[in-house]
Structure formats: C-alpha cells, structure tokens
C-alpha cells in the first residue's frame, strides 16, 4: 500500500471478536470498511479461548453478569444481539457445537472454526482486512486520519475493538486507553480480572504444597455493593489459588481484602462427631471432611484447625471455620494470567445503544477496552459480539 492515503466510510482498530463482528456489521450495511490488525492474522485471542474451543456464548447471558461503573450500560447492547443470534451465526456456518456446565457453549471441535466463519462473513460483506498494520497515530482533521505502517486512512468513523492489557505476549497494549485519553475520554483505572489469586508467604507455606488439589466451594469477595458469590471448582497452584470459582471473584477482589471460602457448602461435615458416644479426634474429623474434599487437603485443614478439645462448642466453631476459611491475597498472578481486564473507556462516556463516544462524533469503542468486564464462561465473548454489532449498526 505505501504511503497512498486511502479513503473509507470506517476504520475498525482490532481484528479480535468485537472488531471482527463490528466490521461485518458495518459492511452489511453497505459501508467500506477496512480493519486493521497488528498481528499477522485476526482472532488469535478467539484461538486459544476455551482451552482451543472457544467458550463463545452463555446461553444465561444478562447484564447482571458483568462488572461496570454503570451497571445498566450493557443492558442495550445485550438486548440487540443475544446468544441465540450468534448461535444462528453459528449453525448457519455448520459449526457444531455443545453444551457444557453452567451454560457455556463451545465449539465441538476447534476455535479455527469460528475465526474462520467470521473471515468468510468479513469477505461476504466486502470488509477489507489488513493484517501486520502497525497504527501509528489517530487524528481528526475533519476526518479521522489513520496513519499506519500499511498507509494512511481517513474515515468518517473509527471503532476501537483492541482489547486489554491481558496476555500481554498476544500482542495486547494499552493503546485503546491511550486513544481514548487521547481524545478527552476518561478511563477507569485497569486492573487484572478472571485471573488466579497468589497467597502471601505464609499462607503459601501452609496450602501451596497441595499444588493440584481441587473442591466445589462458595468463594466470595468484595464489599456489599459489589459482592461476588460463586460456586464452583477452586485449585491449589504452586503460588496460591485458581480454578472457576477463583477466577470468577478475582474480578471483584481489592487489594487488602479476603476472599472467603466455603469448603463444604449445604453440608454440616461435623455432625456425626455430635452424636453420643461418637470418637472425637483429629482422625474422625479428617474421616468427616474427606466426604467434601480430597484427603491431602483435609488432613491440613483439620491440622491448622484443631481445636484444643473435642468439645461441642469447639466441633461448632470449626463448623464455622470450614464455611468460613478466610484467605487474604497477596496479590493476582497480573495480566499475563489474567483472562480478561476489568476497568476501561468509562461508560458514562460512551452511548449504550451505538457505543460512539458522547464528546466525539464518529469515534467509537467496543468489547474489552470498555468498563464491561464478564464472568467466566462465555460472557465477555457475547459482550464482543453485542457490543460490536451495536456499533456496526450505527457507523
């Protein structure tokens, strides 16, 4: 291409799920479109989502699960493309695909399938995607000029699609923050979301060396207004802790705060030591817990916590213990860990039915770079897909 500056309806910065979805939109629609990546080819974040499968819709989608500044903000978005359009998407390419728990949804057989359906719905729709672009400055001089290692393109609108700062070796920067700040546009202050938790040092002394050890729990965290509750499965790592159930309230956890753990949830483990003439020692306790968690792990739990007698007051305030175990994070295993970012360009910034920007017509910001972050499990690919067909539908 050169230095030829080129002229375009819209420019979409990001060639991941939400950039992907709001280009076809657009192009539908019969704009030129031309998106940009810096990555040799689109969607290498959709590749290794799911394990390789792509986790790509939860079919209990609400805006309820996600995180925001403004809680209502994706409910419009949510509302124009829901999990049932892009499962139609989905079918009408032949892409099998299957139920898992909680209502997630996951290719049958690989990730490449849904980059590949959206590559061909980018060609039907004359989407013009350039790929090893490096984009070098964004500015409006009655236009919005994109300069790029591939050349210069001015457009009436620009949709920032790029991301977060998670998996920083997938290419991702904080370049969408700097454009939006750039732009006058506030950003919320970023951090770490769906990522495993690390246990200060003696913490980690006490549990790290049951690396691989797992259970269904009730994790929890935050203060009232943003409390997380999640039932689902926790690991020990070498450096604290991970698993769904983890995952899921490090989205909500502050620096400082404990994340709280129900070990044995709707179960009263200690009862049977209550009944007369039951033994009652370190030996019967682990024999109780061990119905709720693997041996390892119970045989510790019920060394930290053994009471000085066997007492019923003493059995009842262990009671309490299990239901109750208090960690306080050291801190999060950072982006490099992290599946997602939470903060982003604030939504009091941003129209929630079209996602332009309200103090700069023609620029818009969809998908990660936004102050909407979902719980694991398919929910921040729906957010993509809304909020870049939202956009789509208004460029």
Known sequence: MGDKAHDTDVVVLGG????????????????RVVLLDHAERVGKKILISGGGRC??????????????GNPHFAKSALARFTPADIIALVEKHGIRYHEKTLGQLFCDRSAM?????????CAEADVRVVTGAQVLS??????????TSAGVFHAESVVVATGGLSIPKMGATGFGYNLAKQFGLRVVECRPALVPLVMS????SRWCDLTGLSAEVVAATGEKQRRGSFREKMLVTHRGLSGPAILQVSSYWRAGEAVEVDMAPGIEVFAPLLIKNTRRD???AVTALRAVLPGRLAERWVALHEPKDWSNTSLAAMEREVHAWRVVPAGTEGYAKAEVTAGGVDTAELDAKTMESRKVPGLYFIGEVVDVTGWLGGYNFQWAWASGVSAGRAV
């Open 16 to 31: 991941g799920a939400a950039g992907l979805m709001c280009a076809v939109e657009a192009g539908r629609r019969g704009r």
């Open 55 to 68: 986790n790509f819709t939860n079919i209990h989608c609400r805006a309820e699960n996600f995180l925001s």
């Open 113 to 121: 399938d849904m980059v590949t359906m959206l590559e061909h719905e």
């Open 138 to 147: 964004v500015k409006w001089d009655g236009k919005f000029v994109v300069e």
């Open 201 to 204: 040092g003696e913490d980690a």
């Open 282 to 284: 370190a030996g019967a």
